[in-house]
């Protein structure tokens, strides 16, 4: 058996979602829609392990943090305040000849097409990436709307509601946890770029004395995130932005960036917005945005840092950074050495006999009860369950064999090391619990 590991790649990861449930081409049935994904069973459980916990690392670094759902759609207004009409563009490019359409600024225009090797390019146009609609029946300008490309707006225009609802006095935080969509010109590397994908956004609310230490606070709050989820603290580093990087918006960005197969990328962006956005709604929409402050005796326009971070580019980084290849039981097999926090499914319990399948599944129902992502895995040999665990994540599995009738104890197999150790069955919870803090 060849041992020898190979290189990690990005096909190795699309493949090992699809035979597990992990991710679906969205729409395969009638061809699939491209930068658009489902996501299966273990999938959705994934990604809402890296919700709570994105959720509880924000609110373990400030007692002040409130949270919000914002609609999806917003009128065209709040898009040419915050500048996404006018600036929310990527330069486009087509081959003349094989048809084939490029971001202008990820080629080089002196050399031939990638595909076709001929050197036939159109001029360069800008293409906004906001998905453009119309509510109701008419086609009209007034009937305008968009699909947000950022969840940051909702927050920014409903500033004014959100301080005269909660007791709340800058600094403050809000966070929100939803879905944006982009016209992405080239939807690429499986769920690194999509074309409706999901963010985590922390929009914090300060002055603009303590703008810069807020910045520099939650850059390596958010830092220390990733160790916390279990990301290998030598594949992540934070990285200031270029001033000729920066977003219309902002005047000092730094991003954590992970080393992907394909070169270090951004993985979550940190952004010193000043008060740009809610001068500009309060210019557009002629109310007023300022707060009052006590110590001064003045209104002010708060400023913002943003911390921002795709759900599913986050999903996607997990996978690689947990994936694995060794051998177990004299056969190669495949583990995602997930972080037991992000772990889909906490723990397999795994009969030996048909005989052992009722004790063992009142056990499962009391951890279900409990509150565990558990499952019940009693078909195939031994060997083929713990295969199909490996490949999923699960941190541990639990057989109930011949013994536990008489020792009232479990063998508990260790995913990483597969290191097995009896277990009391009155402990299982208390074990489960300690692998998952
Ligand atoms: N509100 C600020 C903002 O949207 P961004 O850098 O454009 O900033 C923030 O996006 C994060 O959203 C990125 O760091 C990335 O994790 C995720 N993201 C952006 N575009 C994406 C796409 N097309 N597909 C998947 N994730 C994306």
């Known amino acids: ?210 703008a810069q230490t807020d910045f520099e606070f939650w850059s390596q709050k958010r830092l220390g995130f990733y160790e916390t989820i279990g990301i290998k603290k030598n594949n992540i580093r934070l990285r200031a932005h270029e001033k000729d990087e920066l977003s219309h918006y902002s005047s000092a960005t730094s991003d954590i960036e992970y080393q992907f197969p394909f070169g270090w990328k951004e993985l979550e962006g940190i952004a010193y917005r000043t008060n740009f956005d809610l001068t500009q709604h309060g210019n557009f929409s002629k109310k007023d945005l300022s707060v009052f402050d006590d110590e001064t005796k003045s209104s002010f326009v708060p400023h913002v840092v943003e911390c921002s971070v795709g759900v599913d580019r986050l999903f996607l980084t997990a996978l690689f950074d947990a994936y694995d290849e060794d051998v177990a039981e004299g056969e190669q097999r495949i583990v995602l050495r997930l972080s037991p926090i992000l772990a889909p499914i906490k723990a397999a319990l795994m009969p030996l006999t048909k005989k052992q399948v009722e004790p063992l599944e009142k056990i499962y129902r009391d951890l279900k009860r409990a509150g565990y992502m558990v499952q019940f895995d009693e078909s195939g040999s031994i060997g083929k369950r713990y295969r199909r665990q490996d490949e999923i994540g699960t941190p541990v599995c639990f057989t109930y064999d011949f013994e536990s009738e008489t020792d009232r104890c479990v063998t508990a197999r260790n995913r990483d090391t597969m290191q097995q150790e009896r277990i009391s069955i009155d402990k299982i919870e208390e074990y489960l619990a300690q692998l998952i803090k």
Not at 54 to 64: F, M, T, V, Y
Request: hydrophobic share 40%; aromatic share 10%; charged share 25%.
């Open 1 to 210: 058996m060849n041992t020898e590991k190979t290189p990690i790649t990005l096909e190795k990861i699309v493949s090992l979602c699809k035979r597990r449930g992990f991710v679906y081409q969205s729409a395969e049935l009638y061809g699939g829609l491209n930068g658009v994904y489902d996501f299966g069973h273990v999938g959705t459980l994934l990604k809402q392990n890296i919700r709570k916990s994105w959720l509880a690392s924000i609110n373990a670094a400030s007692d002040d943090i409130l949270m919000m759902e914002g609609a999806l759609l917003a009128p065209q207004e709040v898009w040419n305040a915050s500048g996404h009409l006018a600036n929310f563009n990527d330069p486009m490019v087509d081959c003349l000849n094989c048809k084939h359409r490029y971001r202008a600024d990820e080629l080089d225009l002196n050399k031939p097409c990638p595909h076709c090797g001929q050197k036939k390019w159109t001029d360069v146009r800008m293409f906004n990436m906001m998905f453009k609609t119309h509510l109701g029946a008419s086609e009209d300008q007034a009937s305008v709307a968009y699909l947000r490309p950022e969840t940051a707006q909702a927050i920014f225009v409903n500033f004014k509601n959100i301080i005269s609802t909660n007791r709340v006095k800058i600094p403050f935080g809000v966070t929100q946890i939803g879905k944006a969509f982009r016209n992405e010109i080239n939807p690429k590397q499986f769920l690194f770029r999509m074309r409706e994908f999901e963010q985590m956004e922390l929009e914090w609310f300060c002055s603009e004395k303590t």
